[in-house]
């Protein structure tokens, strides 16, 4: 990959991440003299598809990154030996390579992290290509969970803004609680948050809200963070540029359709508790996944309640089906596993991270789990296979 041509606006939430994974790719493989620039879709929308070759030929772009559509002629890049993926996943059939996303995958993420839950709902926009997929997806799963309930609603912008808005505060009331809420994006779950607020829903005591696309910026804007559902979108320019780098070595090969897949749900205060009517342990679920990155004991979680140890330990056990202590363990491991998989931070920086001064401990839990050493996991998994 010697040229990259992006078009995008720089608001958009994902470019950032998309952008990392391209560079690190261009610089762990030595790709020699890569560029990497970018234009926004406005102008790419005033100069035409005849435009945007003219302009790829002046700047002897090499690959195009961008959103096209079924009546853009996107031929004319290709006869131009312009590489050129689609970055608009609803649309498959303008003969480019494209980035996709398996949309149902969204309510069995949901259901298998938040286990502990009974009831869970969507809320989007009318706007939102995804609707059915996602509605689908947790339809689906859920069938194994008969004792489960499903709600959505779907908040059209176009109609009267007042009406739509006391339908959904009607359905924010009425829904069984404690509810887990997937947002069809992180501005419609912050959008959320402050719904609740208003309507005097404690969240996450009663309403636990996670968003898609974990947009730091937009998940940490509220004093309640939003949890949210990461993209993988790092992983999505390293093999954009994978990708890319092939063809350019290889003119006759045409390309392959990049499967994103997302899947770590990065929990912030938005679903920091259990789903339970006893206030103890929900405080203490509270204070757990608020403080289990630092070193907390049991003693620490008792002195957030009201009750003695024995008697939280007790309750703590029925609801949440294991003991304080094996809970802390479990928040850390998740997290600990999600950094190892997801990210080259050193394993023993990880576990410092996380309170634990020797990694050990965390990789032999990491070991029964998955089989094998997080090292050895790194090195069967690389992004590069």
């Known amino acids: 990959m010697a040229r990259l041509l992006i078009i995008t606006e720089y608001e958009e939430r994902h470019i950032y991440d998309v ?57 004319l890049l290709a006869d131009s030996g312009i590489i050129a993926v689609n970055w608009n996943s609803m649309l498959m059939d303008t003969g480019l390579p494209s980035i996709r996303t398996d949309h149902t995958t969204y309510g069995r993420i949901c259901v298998k992290h938040f286990s502990s839950y009974r009831h869970f709902a969507f809320y989007s926009h009318t706007n939102d290509p995804r609707i059915h997929s996602i509605i689908q997806g947790f339809q689906k799963v859920l069938e194994d969970k008969p004792s489960a309930t499903f709600d959505h609603f779907i908040f059209d912008p176009e109609a009267d803004f007042r009406s739509e808005l006391m339908v959904l505060k009607a359905w924010l009331r009425n829904i069984p609680k404690p509810v887990l809420i997937l947002a069809g994006s992180d501005m419609f779950g912050n ?93 203490a679920a509270r204070f757990i996944h608020l403080h289990f990155h630092q070193k907390i004991s049991v003693d620490d979680v008792v002195q957030a309640t009201s009750i003695s140890r024995r008697l939280l330990e007790k309750h703590f056990a029925a609801e949440c089906g294991m003991g304080i202590y094996q809970y802390i363990m479990k928040l850390r491991l998740d997290e600990f596993t999600e950094k190892v998989m997801h990210t080259k931070e050193p394993i023993k920086s990880i576990a410092i991270s996380l309170g634990d001064d020797d990694s050990k401990n965390l990789s032999r839990m990491f070991r029964e789990k998955y089989g094998c050493s997080p090292s050895s996991w790194r090195e069967a998994n690389t992004l590069d296979d």
């Open 19 to 75: 952008i990392s994974g391209i560079k690190d790719y261009v610089l762990e493989k030595n790709v020699p003299d890569p560029t990497i620039c970018t234009i926004s879709k406005g102008y790419v929308a005033s100069i035409g598809m005849k435009g945007l070759v003219e302009w790829c030929r002046e700047w002897k772009v090499d690959c195009v990154l961008g959103s096209f559509s079924r009546n853009e002629d996107t031929d």
């Open 191 to 283: 959008n959320l948050i402050e719904y609740c607020k208003v309507l005097n829903i404690d969240v996450p005591g009663k309403a636990a809200i996670l968003g898609i696309g974990n947009s730091r910026m937009i998940c940490d804007m509220k004093l309640t963070s939003l949890s949210s559902i990461d993209m993988n979108m790092y992983k999505v320019g390293w093999r954009i540029a994978e990708m890319m780098d092939i063809c350019l070595k290889n003119r006759n090969f045409k390309g392959y359709d990049i499967i994103n897949r997302p899947g770590r749900v990065i929990e912030r205060m938005s679903t920091a508790t259990v789903p339970s009517a006893n206030q103890d342990v929900v405080e």
